[in-house]
């Protein structure tokens, strides 16, 4: 009984010094916390799990400002995408193991991270097609990029077809403003009343389309990298915003790169009427985003 004493003994403090060199802290927890924006509302976390030791499962909390950390979410997973937060807001997190010890496995250090006003996932492409759902006519080219080291190209050969790059939706509020933008170029495109264009697409809360207004559109010919605005004010009842980047009844080959969706305050002067799909046009916009929505999360 006394050398299995000392066994245990000797057992307990190696496995205090191996947690400890290991830099995993009390009860084996979590190690090397990483926090990274992906876009103005979406927070990606990671870390190094310790080792196994059956089932484990992780806490991981959240402060903003001054408040006290509170629990976010939990996960048997070494990551975890906090997809409730706000543009331009400083948030920190920390996690921990609950791993079935009878005490708890000490927190994390705490890590801070700073979210962009950019509400979009990707925006100059940097991270390859993440955020996107690309076509066959769509590849990203490291030849011809206006921001960072890529871009996306589209290209069409039919005059009647429509080729178009959908973008993950983003949480909007009713009737509030918000600044697009994107760098675009284009050559060789053609098209009798079209041409390449870019336009966001609004959708209710149960995944309905309501309207859609372009950013840029009807672009046509060879046009060197070029920069296009527009300020844009959400239905009241959308929820959700979908950027499409489009070669719209038209042929040629047109790159996106560097684009931006951020809040904004009202334009000094406000335009008589709501630019936006009408008739016709509507209905083949309506045709072409229905269903685009049903494979995408709802976020909370």
């Known amino acids: 009984m006394k050398s299995l004493g000392v066994s245990l003994l000797v057992l307990c403090l190696c496995g205090g010094a ?52 509170r629990t976010v979410g939990k996960t048997e997973a070494p990551g975890f995408q906090d997809a409730a937060v706000e543009p331009g ?13 009878e005490g708890e496995a000490v927190f994390s250090k705490a890590v801070q991270v700073l979210t962009p006003q950019n509400l979009l996932l ?12 690309l076509p066959q006519e769509a590849q990203l080219d490291e030849a011809n990029a206006y921001e960072g080291v890529r871009s996306v190209r589209l290209e069409a050969h039919r005059w009647e077809s429509t080729s178009y790059i959908r973008a993950m939706p983003v949480r909007v509020e009713g ?8 760098w675009m ?16 697409s609004w959708f209710d809360g ?39 980047l489009c070669l719209h009844k038209a042929r040629g080959s ?34 072409a985003v229905q269903g685009d929505l049903e494979s995408s999360p709802r976020r909370p």
Do not use: C
């Open 254 to 287: 047109v790159w996106f790169d560097g684009l931006g969706f951020h809040p904004t305050a009202p334009p000094k002067e406000l335009p008589g009427m709501r630019a936006g799909a009408a008739g016709g046009e509507r209905q083949e916009i309506r045709d």
């Open 89 to 101: 807001q400083r948030y920190a997190y920390r996690i921990r193991a609950l791993d079935g010890f």
């Open 206 to 244: 149960g995944k309905n389309f309501i309207s859609r207004e372009d950013v840029v559109s009807a672009v046509r010919g060879s046009q060197p990298w070029g920069f296009f605005t527009r300020t844009l004010q959400a239905p009241l009842t959308a929820r959700y915003a979908v950027w499409y």
């Open 18 to 69: 191996l947690a400890e060199e290991s830099g995993f802290g009390n009860f084996f927890g979590p190690a090397e916390l990483e926090a990274t924006s992906l876009s103005g509302t979406v927070v990606e976390l990671k870390w190094n799990a310790p080792p196994a030791m059956g089932r484990q499962e992780f806490e991981v909390q959240r402060q903003e400002g001054e408040a006290p950390f």
């Open 122 to 133: 990707n925006p100059s492409f940097e991270l390859g097609e993440r955020g996107y759902r």
């Open 185 to 200: 170029r284009t050559e060789g495109v053609k098209s009798y009343t079209h041409g390449a264009k870019a336009l966001v």
């Open 175 to 182: 009737e509030r403003w918000y600044q697009s933008s994107l």
